[in-house]
């Protein structure tokens, strides 16, 4: 792969959610769901059961430029009851991510999921350009997790970030939590920080032991009515200066599986 940057973020859990909106701060709106694991069956949005998450962010802005201020930051919490398991699963050196550039010489066995999708805006010095890039995603040593968005036109790309999880037990009215922090961008010297405009994202993998699957995320046992609350902050660099964060939390509660 050759080497340049662009924009990137991970990761996500439930249906259709609208931020609530500061001063010079976009719009942004979360979609995700359970959904099963390949080659698993009963996995999926069922209670309990295993399942891989399919995240969508949409973010719509015009703050920079007529865009979106640069993306420096994702949070996510997952909803309360949420189980992961990171134990077992193989994961991909840090090194192979931040330093080679080459997730294509990750160990086989672990990806966290299948390739997702980064579209953007990037700068030739004035002129900017929409950039469609693939995400992939890895479990990390530390267990966390790994992204790696590789853009292939207008220009190429590769941008390495890695969420960390907190509250494994869950907290804040949440489950688990995922921070993730997404470096600066830019293609030519001078030329104005790429911006985030969408992501979609799956995450979710199992593996057998003894013959008996083991999944990396569960569902919650029970759902509460109206849904399991869900909830995701994007923190942006307001004019493109890391020193002046602005953060925009989206909110929904993910349906609940069906009897």
Known sequence: MRRASTCLAVLGLAVLGLSSVASAAPKV????????????????????????IQAEYKIVGTEYGGFPP????????????????TAGFKTCPTATIFEEKAPENCPAGSSAGPIGTVGGVVAFGTTRVHENSELFS????????????????????????SGKYQNLNGGEGFGPKLVAKVPLVTTVPNAPYASVESISVKVGAAIKVKGKPVY?????????????????????AENGEESKPVSVTASYKAPCPKK
């Open 138 to 161: 890895f479990f990390a040593p530390d267990g966390g997790l790994e992204f790696f968005t590789f853009g292939h036109t207008p220009t190429t790309l590769e941008i390495p970030s």
């Open 216 to 236: 990396y995320g569960r569902v919650p046992t029970s759902c509460p009515k109206g849904g399991f609350p869900v909830k995701s902050t994007m923190t942006f």
């Open 29 to 52: 709106t979360l979609k995700a769901v359970a959904v099963p694991i390949k080659g698993y069956p009963h996995t999926g949005n069922i209670l309990g059961a295993g399942a891989a």
């Open 70 to 85: 640069p993306l420096i930051g994702v949070t996510f919490w997952l909803p309360k009851g949420t189980k992961l398991h």
